[in-house]
């Protein structure tokens, strides 16, 4: 199971200046912001899944989803929660949340290669209870709601990258999200490519901030930063 560090593939955030931030071109976008590179991604990973039962690749490593439970924990999140992994690639996710007692679990994913590997990932751990879907979270109004609890690890920064749509891909998504979260529901978002503070401006409508979850941290020239990071928000009214 191959891991991808905390600072991986298109996790290069080169704005630093006080006006690029929570600009709409805040990066260059990349093919990790396209459908295309998912699918073929993901089918390749799906090939190796059956020849050898390597799920692929686990982002920001498999630290990211332990302190996510670790919080789930601490916030009392219930068992019974209904929760959304939106973007779920291999559907590890889902398997770390069922394996932790979730049972009320739903992924989804706009590439049909990624719904079949997460299938097949589920059902080789027996969970076949969890619901998986190939859905555009960006066209998922109506179809997704009543979740307790909405997980991203990476989707929102390839939805960011999109050549074709950054702009409005990014209002869409918080749209997406305000419908599918219950009032007073949580979103937990890891993310290599936006800063705490642009986070805080892309959800300081309808959110309300929780917490920063501790990610690991380095040190250059004098100054300390984090390549990932993990916050908590509440949707609120
Ligand atoms: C960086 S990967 C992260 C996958 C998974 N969350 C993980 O942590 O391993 C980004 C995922 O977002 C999915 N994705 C990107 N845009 C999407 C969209 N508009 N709707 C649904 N899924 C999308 C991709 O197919 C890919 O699985």
Redesign the pocket.
């Known amino acids: 199971m191959a891991e991808a560090g905390e600072s991986s593939h298109g996790c290069e955030n080169s704005s630093d200046s006080e006006e690029d931030r929570c600009s709409d071109n805040d990066f260059e976008t990349s093919k990790l912001g396209t459908?295309e590179y998912?699918e073929e991604t993901?089918q390749k990973e799906l090939d190796t899944f059956t020849d050898i039962g390597d799920v692929g690749?686990?982002?920001?490593g498999e630290e990211s989803m332990s302190r996510v439970l670790r919080w789930m924990d601490k916030a009392k999140i219930p068992e019974s929660a209904a929760i959304l992994?939106?973007?779920?690639?291999?559907g590890?996710?889902l398997v770390e949340l069922a394996n932790h007692g979730y049972r009320n679990l739903t992924g989804?994913?706009?590439?049909p290669a990624?719904i079949q590997l997460a299938r097949q990932v589920l059902q080789a751990e027996d969970l076949t209870d969890v619901t998986v879907k190939e859905?555009?979270?960006?066209n998922s109004q109506g179809k997704l709601k009543g979740f307790d609890v909405c997980i991203?690890?990476?989707?929102f920064?390839?939805?960011s990258l999109n050549p074709d749509n950054t702009k409005e891909g990014k209002k869409l998504y918080v749209q997406a999200l305000k419908a599918a979260l219950k009032d007073n529901g949580f979103f937990s978002i890891t993310s290599c490519n936006w800063t705490k503070e642009q986070l805080l401006e892309r959800f300081g409508e309808g959110f309300e901030f929780v917490q920063e979850l501790p990610t690991p941290s380095f040190k250059f020239g004098g100054k300390t930063g984090n390549s990932v990071t993990a916050l908590i928000f509440k949707r609120v009214h």
Request: cysteine-free.
């Open positions: 459908r998912w993901y690749e686990i982002w920001f992994d939106i973007g779920t690639g291999n590890a996710f989804i994913d706009y590439s990624s859905m555009d979270f960006l991203d690890k990476g989707t920064d390839a939805i």
